[in-house]
């Protein structure tokens, strides 16, 4: 098989031709580069110390999650003074008890310092409607920035979604870049590194380009519901005199699953395009185990493959590695370091596990701003394979904390604090960021993806057109 994707890799160098001064990676150079790129991520190194606080035993933990109220949460309940009082009490002991990256945002002296805040501010009324509370939390909870964390499903910030700027195609130089005309571009109004917004992508017809990307602010909600609209424009500047403003495209977050009606749902799904297998599945889901691992297998017997994430919002942590051993026979190293703060111990163990893979395969990984959690962490395993290309959007930027639900007694809000565990990644701006996610090899478009990338296969040799 690997004297097979060789020469799938050496057809391809003949595909490209063109003007040496310009970018023109074969095949085989643009997977060396991604390789190298993933290679340069280096495992989080930190004092687990730091992050370990007061201890706090399973029993005291456990009253939290045992006293979740099965009360609907109302937002026109009026709760008077003492009544918010009291339920900000109890969410702050429950963040002192429960909350895995307690100490990572500041311990003590930062929550209590929200708590007298949050309470100062209910001094000053005689009661709160219980949608007012609930801003006022997340107001004052800014400083928790983790994307599991939130109060009836409203995050504390914004996520960084990308928008695409389309209308003209650029090519890499030695030099900077140009259009795919030969037009040199002397300068981006607002953006002196030009390569910090142009990214590489691929045209409707498959080829190798560079667009700019712009990430933007945006409530995740609403990105879901409705297509967004970027706020700026971008002028572009030619060495031939001539400028040209470029608009980008509307961004709505894509994905399959309906979240309206989830009994509709297919959690796994398999089919093929031309020779390709592609699988997918929604859901790292426990009940869906070995037919989630069973996929693994199938893409590793492929010489090219593709894996969909695209509408995967994560699930079961211990899925992941499973996973990848399954596609790599080996049992892979991920980046990060999981602490149990609240018992003082590191639950991960990664001395017996392989930090860079031999892959003699390709795989090819979907993602889009809909891809979470354990979706990120497969991700982040995946960077230790050879031969892997991630295609599509920023990812959602779900991995510092977990998930596990309190009801606050009187509001009945529903808060989603997690299970005393904070996950560590490498702090890097060009690989993993809470709210903003994991970038992709190849930007384009999630809901394009697997059009796009079968054109780009097609187009240089690597499959039948």
Not at 8 to 13: A, D, F, P, T
Request: charge should be negative.
């Amino acid at each position: 098989m690997k004297k097979k994707l060789c020469i799938i890799l050496s057809l391809s160098i003949l595909c490209f031709t063109g003007c040496s001064s310009v970018e023109n990676l074969t095949f085989e150079e643009l997977m060396e580069e991604v390789n190298a790129k993933h290679q340069e991520v280096e495992a989080v190194d930190v004092d687990i110390s730091d992050y370990i606080g007061d201890l706090v035993d399973d029993e005291q933990r456990n009253q939290y999650y045992l006293n979740n109220t099965q009360e609907k949460y109302d937002p026109e309940k009026v709760l008077a003074q003492q009544e918010a009082m009291e339920d900000v009490t109890y969410l702050f002991d429950a963040f002192h008890d429960c909350y895995g990256p307690y100490e990572y945002f500041g311990g003590a002296k930062v929550f209590d310092e929200a708590e007298d805040k949050i309470k100062g501010e209910l001094q000053k009324q005689e009661s709160i409607k219980s949608a007012d509370f609930e801003q006022l939390l997340l107001q004052e909870l800014r400083f928790v920035k983790d994307a599991h964390f939130g109060i009836n499903m409203q995050r504390t910030n914004p996520v960084k979604i990308p928008f695409f700027f389309r209308e003209t195609a650029f090519q890499r130089t030695k030099n900077g870049y140009q259009t795919t005309e030969g037009k040199k571009v002397k300068s981006v109004e607002g953006y002196e590194n030009l390569d910090e917004i142009m990214k590489r992508s691929l045209s409707k017809e498959g080829e190798p380009v560079y667009y700019p990307v712009l990430l933007k602010d945006c409530d995740f909600w609403e990105a879901f519901e409705t297509p967004q609209t970027c706020d700026e424009t971008l002028t572009v500047h030619y060495t031939n005199g001539e400028s040209e403003e470029l608009e980008a495209e509307p961004y709505q977050i894509y994905t399959e699953m309906d979240i309206e009606h989830p009994e509709k749902n297919k959690v796994v799904r398999a089919w093929e395009d031309g020779e390709i297998p592609v699988f997918q599945f929604n859901m790292f889901d426990e009940k869906h185990r070995d037919s989630i691992l069973t996929g693994a297998k199938k893409l590793r017997e492929a010489p090219i493959s593709i894996l969909d994430l695209r509408s995967n919002t994560g699930g079961n942590g211990g899925i992941p590695g499973e996973w990848m051993e399954r596609y790599t026979q080996k049992s892979v190293s991920g980046h990060e370091t999981v602490i149990d703060t609240k018992e003082g111990i590191e639950t991960e163990d990664s001395d017996t596990k392989e930090t860079w893979v031999e892959n003699d395969k390709m795989l090819i990984i979907f993602v889009g701003k809909y891809s979470a959690s354990a979706s990120e962490w497969l991700l982040d395993l995946a960077y230790n394979v050879e031969n892997v290309l991630i295609v599509g959007e920023n990812t959602s930027g779900a991995i510092i904390g977990m998930t596990s639900k309190i009801s606050l007694p009187n509001s009945a809000c529903q808060v989603d604090i997690g299970s005393g565990k904070v996950s560590l990644f490498p702090e890097d701006e060009d690989y993993m960021e809470e709210f903003r996610g994991v970038y992709p090899d190849i930007w384009v478009p999630a809901g394009e993806a697997e059009d796009l990338v079968l054109q780009f296969l097609k187009h240089y040799g690597v499959t039948e057109s």
